[in-house]
């Protein structure tokens, strides 16, 4: 049972830093400098590499860079990197949106069978454009982190993967409930295409990327540029470099944005400036507000913290995480980007990406906390295996004792824990992932040290039990009947 409960507990810690959803600080006064910040929380977090952006009362104000392009090289990080910015894109994708909304060609309130038909007669078909943009479509986290590994690669990847979620019931009744879930942003994605005659990664380069200057950045498509750092993943407290950099064409209305830390800080000059432009000042004040009661702290793209003025959004992709976040009010906003992934306990990067943007906002931030409880659950995790391994080497050892058992105890004592171990088996199989909100090769993708060790204890915990029994019931009419039973 402690063993449950520990996978447990680690499955509700594990789902904010597996989907990329993070927190901002909260205002006070200003706390150290941006230098101090990065000596102190760079080498705690374990990235090899940042990248910041600072603009100030609407213009760029500051851009630095630390570290390297790849673990155990010397190619330093510079103003020209890039990197996978992950769930920031969803903000790219909400501006298109409401280009062709503005353009006439999309209404907010329409139902996505109006313009995808692989939506008619599906329970899926009713949900709204609005609902899409605000998560309250009812799909899933889950159902937006299931990966199609079957129909990766193509130009038309996109239309496959919508097609697939077409046939999915959502797992909420629509505009009932609030869950981050991909899956909105594909359908999306795919809506534009549809409406506009555009591959998606062309729509967004033609009426965002080159109309704002964002010139060193791109929507992937299958290929991964030159300048695009190498992400970094976890592994057993150190960051492993990812062995080659793959982007993914269907995933790209979701996550799929390249760009500088300089590029990006356009783009929050864009969204902060009050002006019409890429898209008109009401709309973009319509993106940056809650977009209703059901989605009280998130807009079109954007999360929101009305009580401080704060809109932001965090971005986890395997080997890359980011947090870009605004002012509006102050026309302030700071971009960071680091080319590794956070770590159970170990090498978390959220502090880093926060003490960066509260040092660059002058906001107080007192940092993220005790992470020791995920840091002993990882630990636990661990050792678990090896535990298992030592006790079926201390079973064959006292074997003599196994074969004594008998009776209703004796049947009892040798049968239950392989009941426990199937439970357990199915709860880190199964009931994490879910608690997380993403299956478990997804997980093994953004942390695969904890995805060695979730299937080594499921499978460690079951040999063990099994292993008891054939040694128990294997020998018996050898065994020594003189030996006093011992529990084991």
């Not at 597996?18 to 910040?37: I, M, Q, W, Y």
């Not at 506009?196 to 033609?206: H, K, N, P």
């Not at 492993?240 to 800080?265: C, E, F, H, Q």
């Amino acid at each position: 049972m402690q063993r449950l409960l520990t996978i447990l507990m680690l499955g509700l810690c594990l789902g904010m830093s597996v989907l990329g959803l993070g927190f901002v600080p909260t205002a006070h006064a200003s706390g150290g400098s941006l230098d101090d910040v990065l000596d102190a929380e760079m080498p705690a977090s374990g990235v090899p590499g940042l990248a910041y952006a600072v603009v100030t009362d609407g213009e760029l104000s500051s851009i630095g860079q630390r570290g390297v392009v790849r673990s155990g090289g010397t190619e330093k990080i510079t103003a020209d990197t890039t990197f996978l910015i992950g769930s920031i894109s969803k903000s790219f994708t909400a501006l298109a949106v409401m280009q062709l909304v503005e353009a006439g060609g999309v209404d907010l309130d329409a139902e996505i069978s109006n313009y995808l038909d692989s939506f008619s007669g599906r329970p899926a078909g009713v949900v709204t454009i609005r609902q899409l943009l605000s998560h309250t479509s009812g799909y899933s986290t889950y159902q937006g982190n299931t990966s199609h590994t079957d129909i990766d690669g193509g130009a038309d990847e996109l239309a496959r993967r919508v097609d697939e979620l077409a046939r999915e019931t959502p797992a909420n009744v629509p505009g009932a409930r609030w869950e981050y879930s991909n899956a909105n942003y594909l359908v999306l994605g795919r809506v534009i295409e549809v409406v506009s005659g555009q591959d998606y990664q062309d729509y967004v380069t033609a009426n965002i990327l080159t109309p704002i200057g964002m010139t060193h950045s791109l929507v992937v498509d299958g290929q991964v540029p030159a300048s695009l750092a190498t992400g970094h993943t976890p592994w057993f407290g150190t960051k492993r470099p990812i062995a080659d950099n793959t982007t993914s064409r269907g995933m790209a209305p979701a996550g799929g944005v390249i760009a500088t830390a300089s590029d990006l800080a356009l783009y929050l000059q864009v969204m902060m400036n009050g002006t019409d432009d890429v898209l008109s000042a009401e709309g973009k004040a319509l993106m940056m507000r809650p977009a209703g009661d059901t989605s009280p702290f998130y807009g079109f793209g954007w999360f929101t913290d009305p009580a401080t003025g704060r809109v932001w959004h965090s971005g986890s992709t395997p080997g890359f995480e980011s947090l870009a976040t605004m002012i509006p009010a102050r026309n302030q906003a700071v971009v960071v980007l680091v080319n590794g992934g956070s770590g159970v306990g170990f090498g978390d990067t959220e502090q880093l990406r926060n003490a960066v943007t509260a040092a660059s906002l002058g906001l107080d931030y007192s940092g993220e906390g005790s992470r020791w409880t995920q840091k002993l659950l990882f630990i636990a995790l661990v050792l678990l295996p090896i535990g298992y391994l030592a006790s079926m080497a201390w079973a064959w050892r006292r074997r003599s004792s196994l074969r004594a058992k008998s009776g209703a105890f004796g049947l009892f004592s040798l049968w239950f824990p392989l009941l426990t171990t199937l439970v357990a088996t199915w709860v880190v199989l199964s009931l994490v992932p879910t608690l997380i909100g993403a299956p478990l090769g997804t997980l093994a993708l953004f942390q695969p040290d904890l995805g060695v060790v979730l299937v080594a204890s499921a499978v460690t915990g079951v040999l063990w039990a099994v292993f008891r029994l054939i040694v128990a019931y294997s020998g018996r009419s050898s065994s020594s009947t003189g030996d006093e039973p011992e529990r084991v």
